[in-house]
């Protein structure tokens, strides 16, 4: 029988009705979770202008973030018991994160192996591409919002592109392909940036991705109408290039491609507000302090580093994150007049 850290019985956890014990990690409205969204830290190295003050935030004492062990353990209830067969690691910003190259191998040596991604902001990622390729990683996603210097630096509050730039060249190099760029656009500035960005991509063989502005700011500032939406974007773009609809299947993929004058390049735009996707949507998210969240925009959160450190075996963990699950709203709420912003911002969420 497992026993709490105080000697007494744990509990198993309770199965919300009609909810699977096992097979996919399913919820309510039939869909089945199997990417896995990992936030390795909440910290930051740059300050972008839309997601957290120049100051910086309160960040998470050290104690309350996931151990290596703790964080393998989960990964390996996730994909041997869970069905996840993609993992992102994120952040914050996840080269900041020590062990950064221990949980890739972790992840990279179960089986069956998934595949494994890296959001990051791209400043530290020259000097770590190759010992991130050799401990596991696939492919890397890197936020990049304009290729302008004085833009960058007034977006980010650092002066930075070079090393961003050099991060992509080195990512492409080892081979951690298709390297993909995210882009989040400035409302005065963007849809110049949008252009110089997509030439840029193409010239380099990067995939753009603009993803439309959502209110996960740390200081509650979004406001729909400042933001650009999908339908800008495109019309933006359309007055320098030829764009077609992708043939290929979307899927579950956040992304709607668009192939650029003829192809094979192609540019993708989220529309997680004007256009929302959440009917398709696969991913289940842990947060750096061991978290749960069934949605980016959730309310609620299953704790199971209080799981782990209180001695709940792997049935008990995965019956919990099974509830998570199984709980998640249909969609994400921001078209609702209701609509709450989440109390985490996105650097403490992860994307």
């Not at 104690?63 to 952040?91: C, H, K, Q, W, Y």
Request: charged residues 25%; negative net charge; aromatic residues 4%.
């Amino acid at each position: 029988m497992t026993v709490t850290a105080l000697g007494l019985p744990m509990p198993r956890a309770a199965v919300p009705g009609g909810m699977p014990s096992e097979g996919p990690l399913l919820d309510t409205h039939g869909r089945a979770a199997t990417d896995l969204r990992v936030s390795l830290t909440d910290r930051c190295n740059l300050r972008c202008t839309y997601c957290m003050p120049a100051e910086g935030l309160n960040w998470l004492p050290g104690e309350d973030l996931l151990s290596t062990a703790e964080l393998t353990r989960l990964l390996e209830i996730a994909i041997t018991r869970l069905g996840i067969t993609n993992v992102r690691f994120t952040g914050g910003e996840p080269l900041l994160s020590k062990h950064l190259e221990d949980v890739i191998a972790a992840a990279a040596a179960l089986t069956p192996r998934p595949e494994i991604a890296l959001t990051t902001n791209g400043v530290s990622l020259a000097r770590r591409a190759k010992r991130l390729k050799d401990a596991g990683l696939n492919r890397v996603n890197v936020s990049l919002d304009t290729v302008d210097p004085n833009r960058f630096a007034h977006i980010t509050r650092r002066d930075r592109l070079s090393d961003v730039l050099d991060g992509l060249a080195a990512a492409a190099e080892v081979g951690l392909t298709p390297v993909k760029v995210n882009a989040v656009l400035d409302a005065a500035t963007g849809l110049d940036d949008a252009v110089e960005l997509l030439r840029f991509c193409l010239g380099h063989d990067y995939q753009l991705r603009i993803i439309e502005q959502m209110p996960l700011d740390a200081d509650q500032h979004w406001r729909r109408e400042e933001t650009l939406s999908a339908e800008q974007i495109l019309a933006a773009l359309r007055r320098h290039f030829d764009l077609q609809p992708d043939s290929a299947p979307r899927g579950s993929a956040p992304a709607q491609l668009w192939r650029v004058d003829g192809g094979p390049a192609t540019v993708g735009v989220i529309a997680s507000v004007s256009e929302a996707f959440c009917a398709a949507c696969d991913r289940t998210r842990l947060t750096a302090d061991g978290q749960v969240r069934s949605c980016l925009f959730s309310a609620d959160e299953t704790d199971l580093r209080m799981l782990l450190r209180s001695g709940a075996d792997d049935d008990a963990i995965e019956a919990a994150w099974r509830g998570a699950m199984w709980a998640k709203p249909a969609g994400h709420g921001i078209n609702d007049p209701d609509f709450i912003q989440p109390a985490r911002p996105m650097s403490a969420i992860g994307g």
